[in-house]
């Protein structure tokens, strides 16, 4: 059995990834080994195959012993370790949640359902890093895959609705604890003013640009709010996280260098969980919707088309109905009024999931088999 070293398990996206693989039995392909950062020695998780202790991830020796390594500790882990791993010889295959890798010539960011061709190829040339993409990109490339697949689509515009849990546990934990702030000042408010709803929307608001509302992580309150800014800033404008999208899309896709240009605005808002996109999308001729949809609806067995609705895209189409889940549920289709190849669509998915933590799982499987 391959050895694999599993480093940041405790954290948001780890956790989501330990849960799947007890659900599938993965542990039973492989001889797993836990690591930490902080807590060396101390009892490991129990995956049913009894307990042992951590063994420290920042230790070059132990982390050489390994086959094969999956890391959800993020990008600052990835930068000190990967390279000081690679330079003392090592030859193993590297999996990470993180994005510092997603850039390199030498990685491939890995969605199986969609690029499953490229990973297969990977493996045979001999690439030896596997990267999780953008949450948002692989969400809607599980969406729409099969149209890029078709090669029907000349360009795409992603308005990203982002959850809380893109930011982390604690940045979820702000979130509701402004929820119980603003919950609070609204119940000093209809004590005053039961009547008059214009008087208690003012007093929220100034508390919500006040000093008093819990703002570490966001900065800003994200309760009553959305957040029209993700990532850092860059020179044309953008923000990171708006141009991971046309780079990853491509890099999944294999055409770098004849990319399909894709763009939009990425925004906070304030669900806990599960990330939505509404995508513009130019298409290169016009089709009917009914064939859009057997075209979607046949790229993955996870992908779904809603009828577009009021009723089934409420009850459909909302974080709350795809939490947990890997459906990838897409809706809101139809021919736009600029032109008849312009279509509309709407979806939404678990950013911790098909977003993170599922790709890992999937492409460790498919490393565990061609390196048998």
């Known amino acids: 059995?391959?050895?694999?070293?599993?480093?940041?398990?405790?954290?948001?996206?780890?956790?989501?990834?330990?849960?799947?693989?007890?659900?599938?039995?993965?542990?039973?392909?492989?001889?797993?080994?836990?690591?930490?950062?902080?807590?060396?020695?101390?009892?490991?998780?129990?995956?049913?195959?009894?307990?042992?202790?951590?063994?420290?991830?920042?230790s070059v020796e132990y982390l050489g012993d390994m086959d094969l390594v999956v890391s959800c500790q993020g990008s600052d882990y990835t930068k000190q370790m990967h390279s000081l791993l690679r330079n003392s010889g090592w030859n193993g295959y590297w999996i990470d949640a993180a994005s510092f890798?997603?850039?390199?010539?030498?990685?491939?960011?890995?969605l199986d359902p969609i690029n499953s061709d490229q990973i297969e190829k990977g493996i045979d040339t001999g690439i030896k890093d596997y990267v999780g993409g953008n949450c948002t990109v692989s969400l809607m490339l599980m969406a729409i895959g099969g149209l890029f697949k078709e090669n029907l689509i000349q360009w795409v515009c992603s308005m990203?609705?982002?959850?809380?849990?893109?930011?982390?546990?604690?940045?979820?934990?702000?979130?509701?604890?402004?929820m119980k702030?603003?919950?609070?000042?609204?119940?000093?408010?209809?004590?005053?003013?039961?009547?008059?709803?214009?008087?208690?929307?003012?007093?929220?608001?100034k508390f919500i640009n006040s000093d008093k509302i819990s703002k570490e992580n966001f900065g800003y309150s994200l309760a009553g709010n959305v957040l029209p800014y993700i990532d850092?800033?860059?020179?044309?404008?953008?923000?990171?996280?708006?141009?991971?999208?046309?780079?990853?899309?491509?890099?999944?896709?294999?055409?770098?260098?004849?990319?399909?240009?894709?763009?939009?605005?990425?925004?906070?808002?304030?669900?806990?969980?599960?990330?939505?996109?509404?995508?513009?999308?130019k298409l290169k001729k016009p089709i009917p919707i009914?064939?859009?949809?057997?075209?979607?609806?046949?790229?993955?067995?996870?992908?779904?088309?809603?009828q577009n609705s009021k009723e089934a895209s409420l009850n459909e189409l909302t974080p709350s109905a795809v939490s947990g889940k890997l459906n990838i549920p897409v809706g809101r289709l139809r021919i736009m009024n600029m032109g008849d190849d312009f279509v509309s669509a709407f979806t939404s998915g678990d950013q911790l999931l098909w977003g993170a933590?599922?790709?890992?799982?999937?492409?460790?499987?498919i490393l565990i088999k061609n390196s048998s």
Not at 101 to 110: D, F, G, P
Request: glycine share 8%.
């Open 1 to 58: 059995m391959k050895k694999v070293g599993f480093v940041g398990w405790r954290g948001m996206v780890g956790s989501v990834l330990m849960d799947r693989m007890k659900e599938e039995n993965d542990f039973k392909l492989i001889h797993p080994v836990f690591f930490t950062t902080s807590q060396i020695g101390e009892p490991g998780p129990d995956i049913g195959s009894g307990v042992q202790p951590l063994i420290d991830a920042n």
């Open 101 to 110: 890798l997603r850039k390199s010539e030498r990685s491939i960011i890995v």
């Open 160 to 178: 990203t609705y982002q959850a809380a849990s893109g930011a982390g546990a604690a940045s979820m934990q702000e979130l509701l604890t402004q």
């Open 181 to 205: 702030q603003i919950g609070e000042i609204s119940n000093k408010s209809q004590t005053k003013s039961s009547s008059n709803i214009l008087e208690i929307d003012k007093d929220i608001n």
């Open 232 to 281: 850092s800033q860059l020179k044309n404008g953008q923000s990171r996280e708006e141009w991971k999208n046309q780079f990853e899309t491509n890099k999944i896709l294999g055409i770098t260098n004849d990319p399909i240009p894709l763009d939009g605005i990425c925004v906070r808002v304030g669900s806990m969980r599960c990330h939505s996109q509404a995508l513009t999308i």
């Open 290 to 306: 009914g064939d859009l949809e057997t075209i979607i609806e046949k790229s993955n067995k996870w992908v779904r088309v809603v």
């Open 357 to 365: 933590a599922e790709p890992l799982r999937r492409v460790l499987k």
